[in-house]
């Protein structure tokens, strides 16, 4: 008997690449306006400092969508970006080449929130 293990990644890859595939021809995502994403590692101190950036930016733009982890985040990451409608992207802070230590990774709320206004202007 076959072990089960190889039919399963067999299947796992088919799917993800079909997945890819469909990505790419729809090219990404389609924003209507401009929309704030927060990409952070599913771990609970990324996950409380998201929340309090978004709610800080919800608060100082409250016309901007804030969308936090739309697609599966990569490990270690907390990135704050800004999708304009045109399809071209602003990084507002990135925390991936950051630290030891963690603290470093997280932004202040009040420097995204001036990154961003440099951006709508």
């Known amino acids: 008997m ?7 990644k067999a299947e796992a890859s088919v799917v993800a690449t079909a997945e890819k595939r469909e990505k790419l021809e729809n090219g990404g995502e389609a924003v209507e306006e401009a929309t704030v994403v ?5 771990s609970r101190v990324y996950g409380r400092n998201a929340a309090a950036l978004s709610q800080a930016l919800r ?11 739309p697609a599966k985040p990569r490990r270690g990451s907390f990135e704050v970006t800004l999708q304009r409608p045109d399809g071209s992207s602003a990084e507002l802070w990135t925390g991936i080449k950051k630290g030891p230590p963690r603290k470093l990774k997280f932004p202040e ?4 929130v001036k990154e961003l206004k440099k951006y709508l202007l």
Do not use: D, F, M, Y
């Not at 709320?109 to 995204?112: H, N, S, T």
């Open 2 to 8: 076959a072990p089960r293990g190889r039919k399963r």
């Open 38 to 42: 927060i990409e952070h590692c599913t």
């Open 59 to 69: 608060l100082e733009a409250p016309e901007l969508p804030v969308k936090v982890n």
């Open 109 to 112: 709320p009040q420097v995204v």
